[in-house]
């Protein structure tokens, strides 16, 4: 007995509906994924912050320190945009992690569409198949998980390269 994928047969409606049963969990997850967002967003300066707020207050009273900006920080991978994130974050939202955030969850909707948008061009991809890809991008990029890393402003840096990442691939397909 031989099942064809593209008949309406039960496989099929079995796929159709697992799919959009996933769709749906991965949706509820992602809503309350950003309730908790919301929720348990720091008010007060991130934690990396503190250890280069002389530095941010010195740029603050107009002492601009390029080296500082391009200089790993604390011999660690913290490279020039995210710095300046932070020195924007500080300077117009008084380092309450408001930017940071805000970056991060733009970055992943971003990440997102450009999924979406492969998902749509003309594949082999079922339609229950490329629903389940997407809930699965879904469920991975707005997880639980996820929210402990959109809280801790370092992480903006992640998110980022992986977006450029990500769009660098798209552009060769």
Avoid at 123 to 142: E, N, R, T, W, Y
Wanted: proline content about 2%.
């Amino acid at each position: 007995m031989n099942i064809e994928r593209d008949s309406t047969c039960k496989s099929n409606v079995v796929a159709e509906y697992s799919a959009t049963l996933f769709l749906i969990i991965a949706c509820i997850a992602t809503t309350f994924s950003l309730y908790l967002v919301w929720l348990l967003q720091w008010q007060g300066p991130f934690r990396d912050l503190w250890e280069f707020i002389p530095e941010l207050e010195q740029q603050l009273r107009g002492h601009w320190s390029l080296a500082f900006l391009i200089d790993a920080y604390g011999g660690a991978h913290r490279i020039l945009f995210p710095k300046l994130v932070f020195f924007a974050d500080w300077r117009w939202f008084g380092g309450e992690n408001k930017l940071t955030v805000f970056i991060s969850l733009a970055c992943q909707i971003i990440y997102l569409k450009l999924i979406s948008q492969t998902l749509l061009q003309e594949s082999p991809l079922s339609k229950s198949g490329k629903k389940a890809i997407f809930a699965a991008f879904l469920l991975a990029l707005f997880s639980t998980t996820q929210v402990n890393n959109f809280l801790y402003a370092m992480d903006v840096q992640w998110f980022m390269s992986n977006l450029l990442g990500l769009l660098a691939f798209t552009m060769l397909i």
